[in-house]
């Protein structure tokens, strides 16, 4: 009977967790993939990159999606039965809320070794694949920018290139360049041209041979003219990740070794999401309790306001533990202690553990 009704319950809450998550997971991949072709249609990446970017990335959303999803799960699936009297039935063979908790932990715990596998080991290698792809792909951009034939302007506007032709060599000829500086304005015209890119001294040059250059003001007169063999112009480099994303790229060993403030934050943050599996467990037990009548979403809607609760304190904290107005040993426990002593004190409520102390102390 025991193993009937544990099976019953997983069945439910696994159906509605899949559906929950394939519902959010289409919703993230249409934002991901609209984001990508606004890239790719601004030139920031190609355009064949944008399916593997959008699912590196994807992981890393799915560390976040999968806890909310299993919490609305566990909250629709019992409202459910709430809701067609099936837990009324439920409790008067005995089954209680600690006798339903149990499967629902299990799961649970075999979710939380998932998204603990994905978020200290799977994620931080598909940032470090995502960052390699994109810095790949911005350099092949810039490569494929310098096409002849085609005006070509970056730093947002401020630099117009022209190629007429390119010969046999490689190198571009015919070459026309407008670079503005304030009020200054900067043109040369070149035979040709060749792009260097030294990846170690982080620096990409485009060489002129055999060509004029000519600086000045607009309507004045003062204008400099200097004829030269060989001219270097330096052009913008792809961008470099910043320091957080270089910590979301670090092996999660790497990261324990360290004894920097942003290097603790970001493992408590890896820790929150398996451990967020299941303190919200806890929490849609007590939660999902209704009446026959209320329906099955009576109480989705102040499931979703205590999860958002939740995910705003973890990003609070992370912030606190990264400017070390937290200690590094408190880190993210003292969220994840509020979310486990209220889930405590509305367990304790439900299975009438306060009527009972209190009806104690009366006859005493």
Not at 94 to 99: A, C, F, I, K
Not at 203 to 214: K, P, Q, T
Not at 330 to 358: C, D, E
């Amino acid at each position: 009977m025991a193993r009937l009704i544990d099976r019953y319950l997983l069945r439910e809450v696994v159906r509605t967790f899949i559906g929950v998550t394939v519902v959010l997971f289409l919703i993230l991949l249409g934002d991901q993939f609209a984001r990508g072709l606004a890239r790719a249609a601004a030139d920031a990446i190609p355009r064949d990159a944008v399916l593997k970017l959008m699912g590196l990335t994807s992981l890393e959303y799915l560390s976040l999606m999968v806890p909310a999803a299993y919490f609305f799960a566990v909250m629709l699936a019992l409202g459910r039965l709430y809701r067609d009297s099936e837990m009324a039935a439920l409790q008067a063979c005995g089954v209680g809320s600690r006798r339903i908790l149990k499967p629902l932990l299990w799961a649970a715990a075999f979710v939380a070794a998932g998204l603990a596998f994905l978020s200290f080991d799977t994620i931080p290698w598909a940032a470090r694949m995502a960052s390699e792809i994109k810095e790949e792909g911005q350099r092949n951009v810039q490569l494929a920018a310098l096409e002849p034939g085609r005006f070509r302007s970056a730093l947002d506007g401020r630099l117009v290139f022209f190629a007429r032709s390119r010969n046999d060599a490689g190198q571009l000829t015919g070459i026309f360049i407008q670079r503005r500086e304030g009020a200054d304005v900067e043109v040369v015209t070149a035979a040709r041209a060749e792009q260097l890119i030294a990846l170690e001294a982080d620096e990409n040059f485009l060489v002129l041979y055999d060509g004029v250059r000519y600086v000045g003001r607009p309507g004045t007169p003062e204008f400099q003219t200097a004829r030269f063999e060989a001219h270097g112009i330096p052009l913008p480099v792809p961008g470099r990740n910043s320091q957080s994303d270089e910590r979301r790229q670090q092996p999660t060993l790497a990261l324990l070794g360290s004894g920097a403030a942003e290097d603790i934050a970001e493992v408590h943050w890896r820790f929150a999401a398996p451990a967020s599996v299941l303190l919200l467990t806890l929490l849609a037990v007590p939660l999902a309790k209704s009446g026959p009548r209320a329906g099955r979403y009576a109480r989705l809607g102040f499931g979703i306001l205590i999860y958002v609760i939740y995910s705003n304190l973890l990003g609070v904290g992370r912030t606190f533990v990264e400017d070390g107005r937290i200690p590094g040993w408190l880190g993210l426990w003292w969220v994840h202690g509020i979310v486990l002593t209220t889930a405590a004190l509305l367990l304790f409520h439900q299975i009438n553990g306060f009527r009972r102390l209190f009806t104690r102390r009366w006859q005493a």
